[in-house]
């Protein structure tokens, strides 16, 4: 990318074009681009680059139903398809041996979110069929591409049709809180540095796709639950298991599909879950 492209992008954020230097360039799936940048003052800028300027435009709506909050990395100008937000300085949670206190942290910052108003066309319940449906589908394509056993798919098919509930508590979710897009900042504590997936949905369906895309250790679990309690997280709890699956299927067929590489461990949970075993990760 030729570093004239972001001057009206920084210019919208006051910043003057000439006083940033541009550090790194990440190129991601799907032709987007990640930029590390250094202000004025010497302070991290990230540039995301999206497809579309509508998809850049509509993660910066998303992103502001949140308002002002230390918690989610802040949006400082969008420009086309382009949008400037503040880098964090901190490390990433999605080292092994998680300290239970930043687990705690991070289930706070989840139930924080979830207790965002809703937007006004969201409602606030939903029945689940289509999702229930979508999930079905998922894992009979892996079955279809050899991914999965198909003893294996009957089994799960059968648990996704008996652990889901009729309806589910909508909000706004973050869809991808994991590790690697948390950062643990000495300042700020945990916050969320990417927040591209943020959308309506059902609240439940966070914290299963949290559990699938994030493996934690028993006890760094139970912290972050008890931060999610402890933060007055509303999503319900008794259909957890199903969430969690509905989670892992997703997972394993997005990357069956697009990372085949990266399908290994929830392949590895499915078959564990469907002789059984609980797998933590
Ligand atoms: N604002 C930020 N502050 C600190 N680190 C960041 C920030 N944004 C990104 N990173 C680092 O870059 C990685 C990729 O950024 P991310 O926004 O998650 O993009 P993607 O997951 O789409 O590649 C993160 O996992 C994190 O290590
Ligand atoms: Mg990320």
């Not at 991601?28 to 850049?56: C, H, I, N, W, Y």
């Not at 230390?70 to 400082?76: D, H, I, N």
Request: proline letters at 7%; one cysteine or more.
């Amino acid at each position: 990318m030729d570093p004239a492209d972001l001057e009206p992008l920084l210019a919208r954020a006051g910043l003057t074009p000439g006083a940033c230097r541009l550090l790194k360039v990440s190129d991601r799936a799907g032709g987007r681009t990640l930029l590390q940048l250094s202000g004025p003052s010497g302070q991290r800028l990230k540039v995301r680059r999206f497809d579309t300027a509508e998809a850049a435009a509509a993660m910066v709506h998303r992103r502001g139903l949140i308002g002002e909050h230390e918690g989610f990395a802040r949006v400082l100008a969008c420009c086309d398809t382009l949008v400037l937000e503040e880098w964090v300085e901190g490390a990433t949670l999605d080292r092994r041996n998680l300290p239970r206190r930043q687990a705690h942290a991070a289930g706070l910052l989840l139930a924080g979110l979830h207790r965002c108003p809703r937007p006004a066309d969201v409602p606030a319940q939903a029945g689940i069929l289509p999702l229930l449906e979508e999930s079905r589908g998922r894992l009979q394509e892996l079955s279809d591409r050899a991914a999965l056993p198909a003893d294996a798919v009957r089994r799960l098919d059968a648990a996704l049709l008996v652990g889901a509930p009729r309806q589910a508590r909508q909000g706004l979710i973050h869809f991808d809180f994991c590790g690697e897009n948390l950062i643990w900042s000495p300042v700020r504590g945990v916050l969320s540095i990417d927040n591209e997936k943020l959308r309506p949905g059902p609240l439940a369906a966070d914290l299963g796709r949290a559990w699938a895309l994030w493996p934690l250790s028993g006890p760094a679990l139970q912290a972050f639950h008890s931060g999610y309690d402890a933060g007055g997280g509303p999503a319900e709890r008794d259909c957890l298991p199903f969430w969690q699956l509905v989670g892992l299927v997703t997972s394993a067929w997005y990357r069956v599909r697009h990372q085949p590489a990266a399908a290994v461990s929830p392949l590895r949970r499915l078959r564990a879950l469907a002789g059984g075993r609980l797998l933590a990760g």
